[in-house]
């Protein structure tokens, strides 16, 4: 696994503070990306939290994702939160250290009074002393929130004075760009009132409580007001690997109204693999919400979703387009880019399956739509140490690829040669991976090349696809 240090500097740290005139929380900002380029440290937001209580417990939780380990976890995890500015709303992501859990909390209008919401993405401290104090705020008493510099900091400080290192392993940035394309494909399985959500997200084992594989949930079920578990899939079933990891949410429960349960389509007992699945808890102007990986050892970066995205030209070229009419919209609109842009709706979803893979737009299940945020990392990271993608790229430099219509030969660099059959735009290999996964974590490295070289062809190298279907 590659891995680098980053450094995130802050101009001062993140403090929670009470004066004469009440309380008054400072979350400080890195450099990020604003409307106007980027900004050592963007100001975002200063007014009042609605709900500070339950502000305080999301904002905790999603720190506690960030620190976490579900996987190995003696193996010590910490990367600061991003918070992104979307004009109406604030959101904060974090992924853990296993790359197994991704999180983020959404303070809606709502839950924010008396300042006006910037626009941009940035990291922002939460730091050990100020995990402490936010803990501790046993009542509702207004809460002040900054989200960047105060006027202070912004005239009177020539640097920051806070300095992090931490470890960015690429296969947390993949994870990022794989959990938003899979959860495009997620819809409402499930809704529980107040009392059902604390039931169940209570009756859930602890960090400590079960091990892995022994008695977990696999799978749970609507059941009249709640969720039961059950060991096979059935229609309308979300799985459950893992239910540990959703101890952050644990915080929030004595604010949480509502239960929201998301995940792909189970068609019953023979959809038997595991998937992810996103458990929402709604709270009073906020919504806080835990995407699931399929396995506790799995993180997202291997799944494979955005590999097809990231092979295509087309999309590559259309991504380029729309990214320049995105504004950090809150909620993108389909319809209104393709009228912009010229693309059809269709060109247009891929080319925001595009811009997914390299961290600029995420995906919001609860209004079932993509918004804008640019993460503070070298998204071209994502693409370039993504070993099938590259892989493939090579096999196609290569001239490994050889097509005859509705089969292909791959001849891998060690001379073995694995077959490839298209059936109804579906590719399968007969390759190890394929025959472990039968696409459940995206297509192999040989799939990926036939696509390239078959629209390489179909792009204007048919002259060298002769009749016995080379392709080179």
Request: aromatic fraction near 6%; include cysteine.
């Amino acid at each position: 696994m590659t891995r680098s240090l980053q450094t995130v500097a802050y101009r001062r740290a993140s403090a929670l503070d009470s004066d004469a005139t009440g309380r008054r929380l400072g979350l400080e900002t890195s450099q990020g990306a604003t409307p106007t380029g980027a900004e050592d440290h963007p100001r975002f937001f200063a007014g009042f939290l609605t709900s500070p209580q339950a502000a305080s417990a999301a904002l905790l939780a999603v720190a506690d994702v960030a620190a976490a380990r579900y996987h190995q976890p003696r193996l010590s995890a910490s990367l600061d939160p991003v918070v992104t500015g979307n004009g109406d709303r604030l959101r904060f992501e974090s992924f853990s250290g296993c790359g197994g859990v991704y999180a983020r909390l959404d303070v809606l209008t709502p839950g924010l009074d008396g300042g006006e919401v910037g626009h941009g993405t940035t990291n922002v401290d939460v730091n050990n002393p100020l995990r402490e104090a936010l803990s501790r705020i046993g009542t509702d008493d207004p809460l002040h929130l900054r989200v960047g510099p105060d006027e202070l900091a912004v005239t009177t400080l020539d640097g920051p004075v806070v300095e992090k290192k931490v470890p960015l392993p690429d296969r947390w940035l993949r994870g990022f760009a794989e959990a938003q394309v899979i959860a495009a494909g997620f819809d409402l399985r499930a809704e529980l009132p107040a009392g059902e959500a604390v039931r169940f997200l209570r009756g859930l084992p602890g960090a400590g409580g079960v091990r892995r594989g022994q008695g977990d949930p696999r799978w749970v079920v609507p059941a009249g007001r709640g969720l039961r578990p059950t060991t096979r899939p059935a229609p309308g079933a979300v799985c459950l690997p893992g239910p540990q990891r959703l101890e952050a949410l644990r915080r929030v429960l004595r604010h949480a109204t509502a239960l929201r349960v998301y995940g792909p389509a189970v068609n019953g007992a023979a959809d038997t693999a595991a998937t992810a699945a996103a458990w929402e808890v709604v709270l009073p102007g906020m919504r806080l919400t835990l995407t699931l990986s399929p396995d506790v050892s799995r993180g997202f970066s291997g799944e494979g979703g955005v590999l097809t995205a990231l092979a295509t030209d087309e999309a590559a070229a259309d991504a380029e387009l729309v990214s320049v009419l995105l504004a950090w919209e809150p909620r993108i609109d389909v319809a209104d880019l393709a009228a912009s842009s010229g693309l059809t709706p269709e060109r247009v979803r891929a080319a925001l399956v595009r811009l997914g893979t390299s961290g600029r737009v995420g995906y919001d299940t609860a209004e079932a739509a993509y918004f804008h945020r640019e993460l503070p990392y070298d998204a071209e990271r994502v693409e370039r140490h993504n070993p099938r993608l590259r892989t493939a790229r090579e096999l196609v430099a290569a001239d490994a690829v050889t097509l005859d219509g509705a089969l292909a030969t791959v001849t891998a660099a060690d001379g073995h040669r694995h077959r490839v059959r298209d059936e109804a735009g579906v590719l399968s290999c007969s390759c190890l991976w394929w025959a472990k996964y039968r696409g459940g974590r995206g297509p192999c490295k040989h799939a990926l090349a036939v696509r390239m070289a078959r629209r390489g062809a179909t792009a204007g190298s048919a002259g060298t696809a002769g009749t016995g279907g080379g392709a080179r």
